[in-house]
């Protein structure tokens, strides 16, 4: 029997993406997959029920007829309780989930039966490169976040020199050089800012030059330059004294700077404070800061998440998802991510579970009513359960 997959219309607020495209559509059509979507699920990616039918797709006008047929369903954000109780026991949802940041919903996934797949706890390996919508979506972020700095700025970004006179570039600082701060770099360089960049890992120095920033480099010991990131690549809370250097550098940098773009994250902690409210006010009037780390606490003291504020003449944006404002983009990236996923995850048309794959188990939260995600247990304060190897979804 073909598997069914179910792809519900976003209802939360902002929310404008949708988890497949038709071309992703049929291709899990080609991998032996029946697939649902809800009527007015693609309208504002731009992308019309008649297109999904084209594709092969099936466009159900009724929630809960589509969740009621469904063994599998794709999205992008988290269920809305609505919706989890739609969901029946033993499907598989995949969506982000955030589960690090929220655990009571892997509880209430686990407690409804359902196996849950978070596409943020995808791993970060080579393998898995296509499936990374944390890549994808941070890159629409980094970029977007440029744009907005760049429209809210009194200021043009890049030098001119005309006959009424030479106009100096903009100054930037990219905090944060991962995926979405190397996107803003690449960004603002276009535009003809001088952009400046720290981060806490130092590998990301010659990424940053590349790309024709500047790196501003905190001193560290040998010791602290061998721990500042994981073996995943992801960068680890510094010590105080580290913070201490850092936030003497960051102060005498921020003065200069016209726009400051924050993206630095540590996984399952709140977002690091980098920029303080005395270096708000350190800040010429009319500059921009954009705070991609909102969601997480901010990285800017005074950040509002979803608001823009303005604090000192400086205006401090808080947008929590800078990738739904760009739905067009956003969406095709993020249904092929979806889309190789699932197709890692089927077999011979059917769903196959193999908990031995390093990407399968890194990625499930929640299987057989247990939490067997280690992270997201760490974070409930239990032990993850084992789920049985290589075990198929009904
Ligand atoms: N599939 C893959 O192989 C793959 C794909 C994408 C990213 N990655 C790696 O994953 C890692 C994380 O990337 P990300 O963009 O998701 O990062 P992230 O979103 O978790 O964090 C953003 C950046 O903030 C930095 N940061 C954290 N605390 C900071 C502080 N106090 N001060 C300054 N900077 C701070 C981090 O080092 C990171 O570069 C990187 O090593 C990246 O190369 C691997």
Do not use: C, W
Not at 122 to 136: E, G, H, N, V, Y
Not at 304 to 312: D, I, S, T
Not at 353 to 378: M, P
Request: proline share 5%; aromatic share 2%; hydrophobic share 45%.
């Amino acid at each position: 029997m073909l598997v069914k997959i179910a792809v519900p219309r976003e209802i939360a607020q902002g929310e404008t993406r949708v988890a497949l495209t038709p071309q992703a559509v049929a291709a899990l059509i080609a991998d032996g997959a029946e697939v649902l979507v809800e009527a007015g699920a693609g309208e504002e990616s731009f992308i019309s029920d008649a297109a999904y039918r084209e594709a092969g797709a099936t466009v159900v006008t009724d929630a809960a007829a589509l969740y009621g047929d469904a063994e599998m369903v794709v999205r992008v954000g988290r269920p809305t309780d609505d919706e989890i109780g739609m969901l029946r026991s033993g499907l598989v949802l995949i969506g982000t989930l955030g589960t690090l940041a929220n655990p009571k919903l892997a509880e209430q996934l686990a407690k409804a039966g359902v196996t849950a797949i978070s596409m943020d706890s995808i791993p970060r390996i080579t393998r898995a490169q296509s499936m990374d919508t944390l890549s994808s979506q941070a890159t629409v972020g980094g970029y977007k976040a440029v744009l907005l700095a760049a429209e809210r700025l009194p200021k043009f970004m890049p030098l001119l020199t005309t006959a009424a006179g030479t106009v100096r570039p903009a100054r930037g600082i990219v905090m944060g050089a991962g995926v979405a701060g190397l996107m803003a770099i690449g960004t603002a360089k276009r535009l003809g800012a001088v952009v400046e960049a720290t981060d806490v890992r130092p590998v990301v120095k010659e990424q940053v030059e590349s790309l024709g920033g500047t790196f501003i480099e905190v001193e560290m010991t040998d010791e602290e330059k061998a721990n500042a990131e994981t073996a995943g690549g992801y960068a680890r809370e510094m010590s105080d004294d580290y913070k201490q250097r850092q936030a003497a550098l960051i102060a005498e940098r921020v003065k200069e700077a016209d726009f400051v773009i924050t993206t630095a994250l540590i996984p399952g902690r709140p977002a690091p404070r980098l920029v303080t409210d005395e270096m708000v006010a350190s800040m010429k009037p009319g500059s921009v800061i954009v705070d991609m780390a909102a969601e997480m606490g901010g990285n800017v003291e005074g950040t509002e998440p979803g608001k823009e504020v303005v604090r000192h003449g400086v205006t401090i944006i808080g947008l929590t998802n800078l990738p739904a404002t760009m739905p067009a983009s956003a969406t095709q990236m993020y249904a092929k991510n979806m889309q190789t996923l699932v197709h890692h995850l089927l077999k011979e048309g059917s769903i196959n579970l193999d908990f031995s794959d390093e990407i399968t188990r890194g990625a499930t939260i929640t299987h057989g009513g247990k939490v067997i995600n280690e992270a997201t247990a760490k974070a409930l304060g239990i032990e993850p359960s084992d789920p049985v190897p290589a075990a198929k979804a009904e």
